[in-house]
Each structure stands twice: as C-alpha cells, then as structure tokens.
C-alpha cells in the first residue's frame, strides 16, 4: 500500500487493496467493524458485510460498528476526509501507528451522557419500608428484548422490594427457558394464546403480591434509579395512585434517525383531528425539547400516561377492574387513565425516572394492525368522546393546559354584505386578548373550518352546515334576535332574550365576551350532549 507524503493513501491503489484484501483480516480482527450488527442494521445488500463496507458502504454514512465513530475520525483529521479516504481503512492500515485515536459512536456516546447526566437529578428516595412492587412484563416472541431489559436490572432499579410476573404469550423462542435461568424474583405465565395486553396484565394482576403494581414493555431499557424514582414520587405525593416516566426514543440507524435519543413520553395530552373523530393522545413534550430542559426534570400532574412504564396502586387498580379488555394492544392505557381522573384520582409524570423505549421493534404496521387500531378508537370515542370533547373545551376556555395545551379557536361566519363587521372587529380584539385564536369567514361558501376550530358563531343562517368540513364536535353557535332559522345549531345567542326555540341559550346583557364565555361555561358543564 502506498502512502504519499501526508499519510493518505495513493488513490490508484485503493480499489486493488480491497480486490487483494490487503487489509481485510488486519480490519476483521481490529475489533472495529461488527459483521453482525452490520447485516441487522443495514438490509440493503447481500453477501460480505465487510467488503461491502469498505467498498460502497463508507460512502454511504454507515457505520462499521458501535465501536468506531467514521465522523469523529474524519473531523478529527481533515486531512483523511478531504482525500476521501475510508477512515476505518485509513486507522488500522496507518493511523493507529502514528498514535492517532478514535471514539465509539455517536450512539453510545450520547447514550452515556444521558445516563450520566440523569444522575444529577435523581432524589435516591429514602423508606422507612419498601412497599413490595409487583413488576408485570407481557412477552410474545421477545427474547432480545428480554436480555435488554433485565441486563443489570437488579442494580438499574435502586429499589430492592419487588417481585416480577410474565406473562408469555405462547413464545416458540427461547423466552422462558430465559427467563427462567435469571437470578431475579420472577415467575412465569405460560399461556398458550396471544391474549391481550389488557388481559394479560389483569390475569398477573390477580396473582400479584405487590402493594403496587408496575406496568412495564419488555421493548424498555431502564436507567439506573428508575423504580426508586416511580415509588418515591408515589408516596411522597398522597394524591397520586399513577405514575409514568420519562421515555426516550433509542439510537436509529435507519429513516427514523431524526427522532434518535428525543422524548418519546413525558406524560399525555389530548389533540384534535377530524377522522376519526375528534381526540387523540399525543405526547405532551415537543421532541424537539431537550431531554433535560427543565420541565421534564420535575415531576408534574398529567392527564395520563403510558402504560408502557406505568406504575399504579393495587387497590385502585382492582377497584376500577383492571384494565379494559374490550380493547386489544391499544388505548386501553388512556382509558385507565381517564377512568382515575372521573374517579377524581390524580396521576404524575416522574420527569427523572428515565428510561428508553424501543417501540418502533414492537410494532408491525401492517393492514390488520390498521383494522385492529380502528377498532379500538371506535370502541374508546363510543365510551369516553363525551367526557373528553366536555373537558378539552372548559380546558380550552379556561386556559388551564391539561387536557391540550392548544388555545381555543373560535370561526366566526357572517355574510360579506352584513352590517356586522364592527362588532365583529371588537369582539375578535376581545377573544385576542384572552390569547383566543380567531378566524373570520365572510365568504360563505367557504365550507372548510379545520379540525381546530372549537366554536362556529355564526352571525347568519345561510351558511351550509350540512357540508361544513371541521371536527363532529364543533359547537355551533348562531346569533339571532327571533328572525334567523337556528333547526342546525346547537346554542342559540342573543341581545335580548328571545327564546325562539329549545336549545340552549346566551343572553349578551352587557359585554359581548364575558358574558358569552361565562353562560357558555354553564351550558357546557350542565351535562351538555355533544
């Protein structure tokens, strides 16, 4: 092999170095480049994982292995990058004699940080008695995961009083006989069906021992500290009988590297969409929020959590029967949680219980699983749309950013011809200054409101309703003074009192705005059907 006179290798004998293999088994037995996580990670080509890293592979960003960082090397050392040299070539063949040095991964290294910077936010909660935790784990076919999961589990918990129960779902890998051989307070259910993940955690729950039980994914990888921050949050708040965690996305080699080491879970709030309708659980952080920014290292009240990391009163959990088997792996979590808050329990997110989810492996979007998710949304707006369309528009109009941290929008309709558009104007600036979201539609043949809009006021009756493209529980409400037809709306308003009809009804006495939103308030909580 040639060098020239900086060290970079001679271009004209790159290509035959790989031909001739001059320095493939010096490579292969560096330790540096991993076969196998190669081929796992990368599906795209077929044969010699080596060879086809140093001859097409390097160009096309791929990583060697977890242990050699390319970008780091060729940062480190300009000179290599600017010859187009492959720098994991350029370190066994030549840089490791020159004393030249270089990092694992990015992945690994960012993961490190993260588990070491956790540490400084940890409370180490101290007990006058552990309170006995029952950790339950559904499993189908999740060997690897398992490994993950219970590799250092003992120590990663700093918390010594629990029991662990699986339920396997019918595994023809070799999970049990795993799970089976760990030096861990397990026990093991072996059905011999795939039942649900609502059944499964019933059918342990019926079997627990715990005061407490935690519902855990076999798809987590802990942190240290996490089970000693769930309970401590638990008993030193004595409102709460739910806590979840903080959940980070892993490291992605693939299309999903975007959302690599981002918050995957920091506690639930609700978002609008109109197919189908109208809410939908969503992550409460902005992913692109830092892990540690500092309203995720607290611990704060929430709608609901995951139950992928859930940790939950036993009592509470068999006075509301567990969770709902009506759904199959999905939303049965956020129905639990809905049933805590109707029951006038409180849950909270633990911002410093850490853990990272690998959800995108335990997950199969395939036609079924669409079926399946379509299902389980019918089934959960059938039962809970009521409550959370009530919730999100008293939420909205009280600006308390729990169920949503969206503004209410309100679309105003009238006819361009009107004689309207002052008071419309003032009461716009009004809803502004409340940090109301407003929209005016004077065309009416407009028929497209969104699925954000909550209120339609509507200032005429010839707006087509029948066609209008917005979420089913929008309000509609019509501002009429006895000459407007109002068979379409839900609530009528008016400057003087005329109950044309029985609907419910706002009476403007004297300002517009306050008394619209304090009459609609009381409409809103006086079982109003939407």
């Known amino acids: 092999m040639d060098f020239d006179f900086a060290g970079k290798f001679s271009s004209s004998n790159f290509k035959s170095s790989i031909k001739n293999h001059k320095f493939y088994n010096e490579i292969n037995n560096s330790g540096l480049f991993d076969s196998e996580f190669y081929k796992k990670t990368y599906d795209d080509f077929s044969g010699d994982a080596l060879k086809h890293y140093l001859t097409k592979g390097h160009l096309e960003g791929k990583l060697p292995s977890l242990d050699f960082d390319p970008d780091f090397y060729l940062k480190a050392y300009p000179d290599v990058d600017q010859a187009g040299i492959n720098p994991l070539l350029h370190y066994v063949a030549y840089g490791k004699n020159e004393g030249k040095f270089y990092q694992q991964s990015y992945s690994i290294r960012r993961k490190e940080e993260i588990c070491e910077t956790n540490l400084a936010f940890l409370s180490n909660y101290e007990f006058d008695e552990e309170p006995l935790v029952s950790i339950i ?88 500290g996490w089970l000693n921050e769930m309970v401590g949050a638990m008993l030193y708040n004595d409102d709460v009988v739910s806590v979840g965690a903080k959940l980070i996305f892993p490291y992605y080699f693939n299309a999903n590297r975007d959302s690599s080491y981002t918050i995957q879970h920091s506690g639930d709030i609700f978002s609008e969409r109109m197919y189908p309708c109208c809410l939908y659980a969503v992550n409460k952080s902005n992913s692109k929020l830092d892990i540690f920014d500092s309203s995720l290292t607290k611990n704060n009240y929430c709608v609901s959590v995951t139950g992928a990391v859930n940790l939950i009163d036993k009592k509470v959990y068999d006075e509301l029967s567990g969770l709902d088997e009506n759904y199959f792996y999905g939303l049965e979590d956020v129905d639990f949680c809905l049933k805590l808050r109707e029951k006038g329990y409180c849950i909270l997110f633990a911002g410093n219980a850490v853990l990272f989810h ?98 339609l006021l509507s200032f005429t009756d010839n707006y087509d309703l029948d066609n209008i493209i917005a979420r089913r529980d929008i309000l509609k409400i019509i501002v009429n003074n006895g000459d407007l037809n109002t068979e379409k709306y839900d609530i009528t308003l008016s400057f003087d009192n005329i109950k044309s009809d029985d609907r419910p009804q706002i009476v403007i006495k004297d300002d517009f705005v306050a008394d619209f939103l304090e009459q609609l308030q009381t409409i809103v909580m006086d079982d109003y059907e939407f």
Do not use: C, M
């Open 137 to 224: 784990v559904l499993n189908r076919n999740g060997l690897n995961h398992l490994k993950r999961l219970f590799k250092d589990f003992d120590v990663k918990t700093n918390y010594s009083n629990y029991e662990i129960i699986v339920v396997d779902n019918a595994s023809s890998d070799e999970s049990v006989s795993y799970l089976k051989s760990l030096d861990l307070p397990i026990r093991v259910i072996e059905n011999e069906v795939n039942v649900s993940f609502s059944k499964g955690n019933n059918d342990a729950a019926k079997i627990a021992n715990g005061e407490y039980l935690l519902l855990l994914n076999n798809d987590i990888e802990p942190t240290y």
């Open 358 to 455: 690998h959800e995108s492996s335990t997950r199969v979007k395939s036609e079924s699983y669409f079926e399946n998710d379509k299902n389980n949304y019918s089934f959960f707006w059938n039962k809970w749309g009521q409550y959370l369309s009530k919730n999100l528009l008293l939420d909205k109009i009280e600006s308390k950013k729990f169920f949503t941290e969206k503004n209410l929008k309100i679309t105003i309709i009238d006819d361009e011809n009107s004689n309207n558009g002052d008071l419309i104007s003032e009461i716009s600036q009004k809803f502004n200054d409340l940090d109301y979201t407003v929209e005016v539609i004077t065309n009416i043949k407009n028929n497209y409101i969104g699925n954000s809009s909550d209120i």
